[in-house]
């Protein structure tokens, strides 16, 4: 099974704020940034299913992507931090629905080795 994982690529949420200077940069001369950044992205394994801005004023950038290890968008993240161009910028794991049953099984078979803190505070009374 850990070899299954190591093959199917992750999917990723990435939310990021777009700075100051990307939007003066992008008056300036406006571009498709799909197209500019697509070989980072193939650099770093990293597949893309959605690149979206959005008008929401916290997070104005969505991406859905597809990476192989954490490791590849953690340094996406870096690397976008670095340009300048976003001036927040994060990224959570996502689960399709077969995929977060799966985690509460491996959960479940290991539960009965677990002893809260309060069951342990019960007993020492």
């Given amino acids: 099974e850990l070899l299954k994982r190591k093959i199917i690529m992750q999917k990723y949420v990435f939310l990021a704020k777009i700075s ?19 070989p980072i992205l ?12 959005t008008s929401d004023s916290d997070f104005n950038f969505v991406g859905v992507l597809k990476a192989n290890l954490d490791d590849d968008v953690e340094a996406l993240k870096n690397i976008i931090f670095a340009s300048g161009n976003f ?7 996502a689960y ?3 995929e977060y049953k799966d985690v509460f099984e491996r959960g479940s078979k ?3 080795n677990y002893v809260s803190s309060m069951v342990i ?4 009374k």
């Fill in 20 to 38: 100051n200077e990307f939007a003066s940069a992008m008056l300036n001369k406006p571009q498709d940034r799909l197209e500019i950044v697509q």
């Fill in 42 to 53: 193939t650099a770093l394994n990293i597949e893309v299913c959605e690149f979206l801005f």
């Fill in 87 to 93: 001036s927040e910028c994060t990224w959570i794991r």
């Fill in 96 to 98: 399709e629905s077969s």
């Fill in 110 to 112: 290991v539960m009965d």
């Fill in 121 to 124: 505070a019960e007993n020492s």
